[in-house]
C-alpha cells in the first residue's frame, strides 16, 4: 500500500525531472543552431540525467516507493518526465528565435574591473 509520504516522494521526483528535461530542452533549442540537434540531445542527454537523478533521489535519498520493476522505474520517472519536459518546451515555450533581445545590455553601473577616477592611482 502507498503511503502519504512515498506519493509526495515520487510526486516531488516527477516535479523535478519534468523540470529538469524542460531546462536542458530550452538549453539545447538555444545553443544549438541546428533544426533537429536540440531535439536530439534532448532525447538523448536528458535521459541520462534523469537516471543520475533517480539514482540519487531514491538510492542516496531514499525517496519514491517501491514501484515493483526497473520498466515502471524508466517508464513513470524517466520517460514520462521527459515527454512532459520535451512537450513544454516545444508547444507551450516561444520558439528561441520568436524571441526579442536587445542589441546592446544598457546598465549605467561601472564595472569593477573599470578603472575609476579618485581611487588610489599609483
Known amino acids: ?3 502519504v509520504v512515498d506519493a509526495l516522494s515520487l510526486s516531488f521526483i ?9 531546462t536542458m530542452t530550452r538549453f539545447f533549442r538555444v545553443r ?5 540537434g536540440g531535439l536530439l540531445y534532448a532525447l538523448l542527454l536528458c535521459p ?12 542516496i535519498f531514499g ?3 517501491n514501484l515493483g520493476s526497473a ?3 524508466v517508464g513513470l520517472v524517466v520517460a514520462l ?7 513544454f518546451d516545444y508547444f507551450w515555450m516561444p520558439a528561441p528565435d520568436d524571441v526579442d533581445l536587445p542589441e546592446k ?12 577616477p579618485g581611487r588610489n592611482d599609483r
Open 1 to 3: 500500500m502507498v503511503t
Open 14 to 22: 516527477l516535479l523535478v525531472h519534468t523540470a529538469i528535461a524542460a
Open 32 to 36: 544549438l543552431t541546428t533544426r533537429w
Open 48 to 59: 541520462v540525467v534523469l537516471v543520475g537523478t533517480t539514482l540519487l533521489f531514491s538510492g
Open 63 to 65: 525517496l519514491g516507493p
Open 71 to 73: 520498466a515502471a522505474v
Open 81 to 87: 518526465p521527459l515527454a512532459i519536459g520535451i512537450t
Open 105 to 116: 545590455w544598457e546598465d549605467d553601473r561601472p564595472s569593477r574591473y573599470e578603472r575609476q
